[in-house]
Nanobody
Framework: QVQLVESGGGLVQAGGSLRLSCAASGRTFSWYTVGWFRQAPGKEREFVAYIARSGDAKYYTDSVRGRFTVSRDNVKNTVYLQMNSLKPEDTAVYYC?????????WGKGTLVTVSS
């Protein structure tokens, strides 16, 4: 069982930065691939970024590539999403998702609001 807790959201002006954290319980977090997703008001949840278990492979959706960076610290059981050059369209609840074979866990999300 893995529990995920996101933090770091808040209100920021366009062009600003935030760093989200996804802290995990459990000793085997390094086994899990982790994704960041977001859900804007009235829209479906969408993929944002992915990081492999060792951190050597990372993927981003086109709209955030070059502005967001995903990283992880398996000693601290934490995955980060550094978000720079934020835009109003980045406003959403951000969720982390940990997957290992058939085991799939979600956090409750953290709200990011970007004002214009």
């Amino acid at each position: 069982q893995v529990q995920l807790v996101e933090s770091g959201g808040g209100l920021v002006q366009a062009g600003g930065s935030l760093r989200l954290s996804c802290a995990a319980s459990g000793r085997t977090f390094s086994w899990y691939t982790v994704g960041w997703f977001r859900q804007a008001p009235g829209k479906e949840r969408e993929f944002v970024a992915y990081i492999a278990r060792s951190g050597d492979a990372k993927y981003y959706t086109d709209s955030v590539r070059g502005r967001f960076t995903v990283s992880r610290d398996n000693v601290k059981n934490t995955v980060y999403l550094q978000m720079n050059s934020l835009k109003p369209e980045d406003t959403a609840v951000y969720y982390c998702n940990a997957v290992y074979y058939t085991m799939n866990y979600w956090g409750k999300g953290t709200l990011v609001t970007v004002s214009s």
